[in-house]
């Protein structure tokens, strides 16, 4: 899916009172959209959670994009992946 309508969906999600995370590949787009809360990863497209395969790996990438749920800076928020190495 389009980063820049992922970012706008989820702004109108979190109007509505329901906190949103997403997973982004382009980061430049994702700085100009402004989602509330996203988490830049450094893998190719068609790869958001990196290797096939690598249960350990995609398990450790959504749970530190969950982790900005609980961030207490205002939004929007962009973090790039910190505690997964590519593999």
């Known amino acids: 899916m389009c980063n820049q309508s992922v970012g706008l969906i989820q ?10 995370v997403s997973i982004t ?3 430049s787009m994702t700085k100009k959209v402004k989602p509330p ?3 830049a ?14 249960p350990g790996l995609q398990h450790a990438i959504i749970a530190e994009a969950l982790t900005l749920l609980s961030d207490e800076a205002p939004p929007p928020i ?3 992946l910190r ?4 593999s």
């Not at 990863?41 to 690598?54: A, C, Q, S, W």
């Open 11 to 20: 702004r109108a999600v979190e109007a509505a009172g329901i906190s949103t």
């Open 25 to 27: 590949l382009v980061e």
């Open 37 to 39: 809360r996203a988490l």
């Open 41 to 54: 990863v450094p893998y190719g497209f068609g790869h958001p959670l990196g290797e096939p395969n690598n």
């Open 78 to 80: 962009l973090q790039k």
């Open 83 to 86: 505690h997964v190495q590519p």
